[in-house]
C-alpha cells in the first residue's frame, strides 16, 4: 500500500528518449465511395482502394473503404492511432533533420 501511495505522489515523467519525439496524424471516416483522407498539411485525398480496382459484390463496403485507406497510409509509413467504427486516426514519426552547422569563414 505503501508503494501506491508513493507511486500517486510522484509527477509521471517521460522517458527521456521521448521528450524530443515529435507525431503527424491523418484521418479519414468513412463514408462510402466519398471516403477522404486529410493528411497533416491539410491537404485531401479521396480513398481509391487497391489500384482503383472495382469492389467485389460479396466484400462490404465500410471493410474496403477502411481497408483501402489504412493501406495507402500505411504505405507512407503511418500506424493506427486509434479507429472506431467509421473513423481512423494514423500517425507516424516525424524525422527531425540536424541542423546544419554553418561553414567557416575565413578572414581575409
Not at 72 to 78: D, P
Not at 90 to 99: C, F, H, I, L, Q
Request: proline share 8%; aromatic share 10%; net charge neutral.
Amino acid at each position: 500500500m505503501g508503494l501506491a501511495i508513493r507511486a500517486a505522489e510522484t509527477p509521471a515523467k517521460p522517458p527521456a528518449s521521448q521528450d524530443a519525439v515529435r507525431w503527424e496524424y491523418a484521418y479519414f471516416r468513412f463514408a462510402g465511395d466519398q471516403t477522404t483522407i486529410v493528411w497533416p498539411d491539410g491537404t485531401t485525398q479521396r480513398v481509391i482502394p487497391f489500384g482503383g480496382r472495382r469492389r467485389p459484390e460479396k466484400a462490404d463496403e465500410r471493410m474496403w473503404y477502411i481497408t483501402g485507406g489504412i493501406n495507402i497510409l500505411a504505405a507512407k509509413g503511418f500506424e493506427i492511432a486509434w479507429m472506431d467504427e467509421d473513423d481512423v486516426i494514423m500517425r507516424r514519426r516525424v524525422v527531425e533533420k540536424p541542423e546544419e552547422a554553418p561553414a567557416d569563414k575565413k578572414s581575409p
